[in-house]
Antibody, heavy 120, light 108 residues
Framework: EEQLVQSGAEVKMSGESLRISCKGS????????IGWVRQMSGKGLEWVGIIYPGDSETRYSPSFQGQVTISADKSTSTAYLQWSSLKASDTAMYYC?????????????WGKGTTVTVSS | EIVLTQSPGTLSLSPGERATLSCRAS???????LAWYQQKPGQAPRLLIYGASSRATGIPDRFSGSGSGTDFTLTISRLEPEDFAVYYC?????????FGQGTKLEIK
């Protein structure tokens, strides 16, 4: 079964760093793009960016460029989303999803999400 | 950036009725790269439709998608109790990928 398993909920203070993860299984992780999506409480879905684990090519939404870093380790089939200095406005649910069949692909397999809470 | 506008914001219908959800793009969507997702409270989104009109694996045939260019529609032919949720459209042909703001389908 193809699945993405995300790391657990995080509670952090403003200014701290954080890395959350998304581990794929049941398919060739290196060969499909992974995307990250933000959902603030009670709000809609926002595109953060995508990464190709095979060569770590990364593309960001202009709204998130410079605010987060997306990375991947193909040896462990894991993608990451990280912040160097969290803000209260980063509080949200973050989903990872597989893009099928390429970068211009729809999101067919989703993780359950990681809740990030940042206190000021 | 392509802006997707969904209407209505909230749709109140009864089980058994037909639901029609609209997604309008600010510019033409490349190659009909338009998807629809369903999200229930406390759950991740689920892919329903891709390529504007192709049903994803395991999606019942009461769900159908249509449209091209800038106007797209998701139709649920006969609402089941489990269909009441929030629905999002997304274009994935242009960068940045963008989502509509969502349509909440609620029980009347």
């Amino acid at each position: 079964e193809e699945q993405l398993v995300q790391s657990g909920a995080e509670v952090k203070m403003s200014g701290e760093s954080l890395r959350i993860s998304c581990k794929g299984s049941g398919y060739s992780f290196s060969n499909y793009w992974i995307g990250w999506v933000r959902q603030m409480s009670g709000k809609g879905l926002e595109w953060v960016g995508i990464i190709y684990p095979g060569d770590s090519e990364t593309r960001y939404s202009p709204s998130f460029q410079g605010q987060v870093t997306i990375s991947a380790d193909k040896s462990t089939s894991t993608a990451y989303l990280q912040w160097s200095s969290l803000k209260a406005s980063d509080t949200a649910m973050y989903y990872c999803a597989r893009l099928f069949p390429r970068a211009t692909g729809y999101m067919d397999v989703w993780g359950k999400g990681t809740t990030v809470t940042v206190s000021s | 950036e392509i802006v997707l506008t969904q209407s209505p914001g909230t749709l109140s219908l009864s089980p058994g009725e037909r639901a029609t959800l609209s997604c309008r793009a600010s510019q033409s969507v490349t190659s009909s790269y338009l998807a629809w997702y369903q999200q229930k409270p406390g759950q991740a989104p689920r892919l329903l439709i891709y390529g504007a009109s192709s049903r994803a694996t395991g999606i019942p045939d009461r769900f159908s998608g249509s449209g091209s260019g800038t106007d797209f529609t998701l139709t649920i032919s006969r609402l089941e109790p489990e269909d009441f949720a929030v629905y999002y459209c997304q274009q994935y042909g242009s960068s940045p990928r963008t989502f509509g703001q969502g349509t909440k389908l609620e029980i009347k």
